[in-house]
């Protein structure tokens, strides 16, 4: 069994969904993914398709999310640690099974919140993410009626488990969204 491929998450994902909301997310989840990777010196595309995968079984069980990953993945191929990777991001959210020990573990269950938040922030924007600044989604992040949808406390939990401050991981999200702009919809408004 190798490593799951960006490719290979796009299939899956694909089988299992349908709702472009959710390919939206999924594509925001696996560009943040691919930036923290870098920041650690990681596997960006493995650390990708990681992200793209994240919520393949929502769309069909969105009242018992994560507890379905490891059937719709079985005889997929999917390696046992990328199966663990993604049942951690629901770690006291919907399934207590695997709590996030590693680094990919613990940036997924961070950025699948924060992405929501850039998301949300971008859209506003005229510019949309192009020249958005940490300092700028921080408002955003502290306004709790903005994005409302979007756990601060499972990100400020993350980013804890991460030794990490908000702002980097905030600026390391935004530039990964940034290069996917377009299919993300979040450029500069014509
Ligand atoms: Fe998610």
Known sequence: MA???????????????SEAHLFTHALAVSAAMGAM??????????????????DVDFEKFPEEHCLHVRELLDGEGVEEDDIVAILSHGYGLCTNEVEPTT??????????????????AAL????????????????????????????????????EMLGMPLDEVMAIVIAGMQTQTEALGIGPKA
């Open 3 to 17: 490593k799951l491929t960006l490719n290979r998450a796009k299939e899956l994902l694909q089988k299992h969904v």
């Open 37 to 54: 990777a870098a920041h650690f010196g990681e596997d960006v595309e493995h650390w990708q398709a990681i992200g793209y995968l994240h």
């Open 103 to 120: 680094p990919l573990m613990k940036s997924l269950f961070t950025v699948d919140e924060l992405t929501g938040i850039v998301m949300a």
């Open 124 to 159: 506003m924007r005229p510019t949309g993410i192009s020249d958005m600044e940490v300092k700028s989604l921080k408002k955003k992040f502290k306004d709790k009626g903005f994005a409302a949808k979007c756990d601060r406390a499972v990100i400020q939990q993350g980013c």
